[in-house]
């Protein structure tokens, strides 16, 4: 059943959302998908039926979130909420991380705001989960502050001594 609604929710999403260059709803995006639920669930001591759903939900929603334009992603939340229609999205417990990144947006006299602290968390994640990671967008749409203000967050992470967190270096090529 759970198949089924994986490649249900691909198929759909490769009709129904806009054609954009970086959209990938293949058989090597549904892979990363269930390789990513696959270790979110390994991460959970004790999952029943519910719990896997709510695992599945979570990972389809964290890996392409991140990857689609802002018309597309009121159309990709109906679309799973359709299909997980008991289903809700699990909160992430990323409060230490917003906190650091809030200090960080703070020590460069930026203004927070939700969508900047989301791209960010969403950046993160996403280079959690992906072996190279690309950011796309218009000039002045933040992407080098959303970069530089994650680096500088995981750095914080680091020098506090946040179990899992590296210093980040930055090379100019």
């Known amino acids: 059943d759970l198949a089924k609604k994986v490649v249900t929710i691909y198929n759909t ?8 260059d970086h959209y990938d709803f293949g058989m090597r995006a549904m892979k990363s998908v269930l390789t990513f639920a696959g270790q979110l669930r390994r991460e959970k001591s004790n999952t029943d039926i519910e719990m896997e759903v709510s695992i599945l939900m979570q990972a389809i929603n964290d890996m392409n979130m ?3 334009i802002a018309e597309d992603i009121n159309l990709f939340t109906d679309l799973l909420l359709d299909l997980f229609p008991k289903t809700e999205l699990p909160e992430p417990d990323n409060d230490p991380l917003v906190y650091s990144i ?35 967008g218009s000039t002045m749409a933040g992407k080098s502050t959303i970069w530089q203000v994650l680096a500088g ?21």
């Open 153 to 173: 967050t995981l750095n914080i992470m680091h020098h506090k001594k946040v179990k899992g967190f590296f210093p980040v270096k930055t090379f100019v090529v």
């Open 66 to 68: 991140p990857k689609l």
């Open 102 to 136: 809030e200090e960080e947006i703070d020590s460069r006299n930026l203004q927070r705001t939700p969508v900047t602290i989301e791209k960010i968390l969403q950046l993160f994640d996403s280079q959690n989960t992906r072996h190279g990671n690309m950011l796309v």
């Open 13 to 20: 999403m490769k009709q129904q959302l806009s054609k954009q």
